[in-house]
Structure formats: structure tokens, C-alpha cells
């Protein structure tokens, strides 16, 4: 069964340092989501792509993170640099749908960030 | 502004039924989620609602009311196994997807 990939599934890290996650969708899935989630609490978009565009990025932090999905498959999400309030499980998804968030959500396992 | 609305923890049997609310607020309505996410993984998709009643599936049913924001989860024969959190979502009118804080629920032996 296909599934989307993510990578680190754990990572630890000191404030101020940098940080990349990275995730492959299912194949053929247009569509591409980063999501943090706080425990307690539902999943935030940080940032939409459709094939290697940008969708919806108005919840990121531009300040500090950066994504990109060069050719439209595989997405890196990257933090620089990192701080305390950063730490929590980053969430990869990818949908078939493209007209968006009218189909599933495929999630990958996520990856849990802990800054120190 | 927009809002989702589901209780922060329920608590219910072995072999029970529960149900699981969600009330919404948000600019316009184009389909409701419902997600289960077990601790420390990743949410799965349960159901998909756009039109008014009831879907079922297996154990779980989910019902929605446009007129009244409201829909709810409903999972019957509860198994140790369904001890999660729920996360309702709603896709507004611009297609944006938003989500609740979800209800973790506890099944008690």
C-alpha cells in the first residue's frame, strides 16, 4: 500500500540551529501539505503546494522557515533558525484531489521536533 | 472568524456507543472531516460528509447538518482500540481546510 514518507522521525536539536524534514507523497498525489501540530491541539497548515507551487502559505513563518517542492514531488520544509516554541510533531500529507481539501488526507508518520 | 467546536475528552465502555459532536462556524461550507489520530502518530481518514445525513461505515457512522453547523461521529461496539483523539475539519468556501482541536476519547475496560 502506498504511503507518504517522511524523514527524520525523531529529531533533537539545539536553539538556533537548523532544521530540515522531508517528505515524499504518495505517487501521483498533486497536492502536497506541511502541517504542525501541538499535542492537544489540531494540525496547522504551514504551507500548501499544488504540483511545485505554493497554494497557501500565509500561516508560515517566512522569518525563520522555508519550503519548496522543486519538482513537485518530493517537498523539504526547513527551519533557521530553530527555537523553543518550534518544537512539536511536523506533519506531511498529500491528497489526489486537485481541486484541494474536498478529498482524504494522506498522512505521513510525522516528525517529532524537540528543541532544547 | 471561524470556529470548530468538539469537547477536549469523553470517556465511555467496552462494547459501548459513543458520540462524538462537532459544531462549526466558518465562511461557507464545502465538505466536513472526521480523522482519527492514535498518540504519537499521524491522523486517518474516517469519513467525508457534503450533504445533510447520515454515512456509514462499519462501526463508525457520521452525520452532518449544514442548516445547523453540526455534525457528529458515531462509534458503536467500542473496542480498547478506538481509545484516540477524533479531529473534526471543515473545507470553507475557499477551499480552505480547518481543523478542530479534537476530543481524545477513552475507552474504559
Known amino acids: 500500500e502506498a504511503e507518504v514518507a517522511q524523514s527524520p522521525r525523531y529529531k533533537i536539536t539545539e536553539k538556533s540551529q537548523a532544521v530540515a524534514f522531508w517528505c515524499d507523497p504518495i505517487s501521483g498525489h498533486a497536492t502536497l501539505y506541511w502541517y504542525r501540530q501541538i499535542l492537544g491541539q489540531g494540525p496547522e497548515l504551514l504551507v500548501q503546494?499544488?504540483?511545485?507551487?505554493?497554494?497557501?502559505d500565509s500561516q508560515l513563518p517566512k522569518d525563520r522557515f522555508s519550503a519548496e517542492r522543486l519538482k513537485g514531488v518530493d517537498s523539504t520544509l526547513k527551519i533557521q533558525p530553530a527555537e523553543l516554541g518550534d518544537s512539536a510533531m511536523y506533519l506531511c500529507?498529500?491528497?489526489?484531489?486537485?481541486?484541494?481539501?474536498?478529498?482524504?488526507?494522506?498522512f505521513g508518520e510525522g516528525s517529532r521536533l524537540t528543541v532544547l | 472568524g471561524q470556529n470548530i467546536d468538539q469537547p477536549t475528552e469523553m470517556t465511555a465502555t467496552e462494547g459501548a456507543i459513543v458520540q462524538i459532536n462537532c459544531t462549526y462556524q466558518?465562511?461557507?461550507?464545502?465538505?466536513l472531516f472526521w480523522y482519527q489520530q492514535h498518540a504519537g502518530e499521524a491522523p486517518t481518514f474516517l469519513s467525508y460528509?457534503?450533504l445533510d445525513g447520515l454515512e456509514e461505515k462499519g462501526r463508525f457512522s457520521s452525520f452532518l447538518s449544514r442548516s445547523k453547523g453540526y455534525s457528529y461521529l458515531l462509534l458503536k461496539e467500542l473496542q480498547m482500540k478506538d481509545s484516540a483523539s477524533y479531529l473534526c475539519a471543515v473545507t470553507d468556501s475557499n477551499y480552505q481546510l480547518i481543523w478542530g482541536a479534537g476530543t481524545k476519547l477513552i475507552i474504559k475496560p
Open positions: 460528509n457534503v
Open positions: 500529507a498529500s491528497s489526489l484531489q486537485r481541486e484541494v481539501n474536498t478529498g482524504e488526507l494522506f
Open positions: 466558518t465562511s461557507g461550507f464545502n465538505g
Open positions: 503546494f499544488q504540483d511545485e507551487s505554493v497554494v497557501d
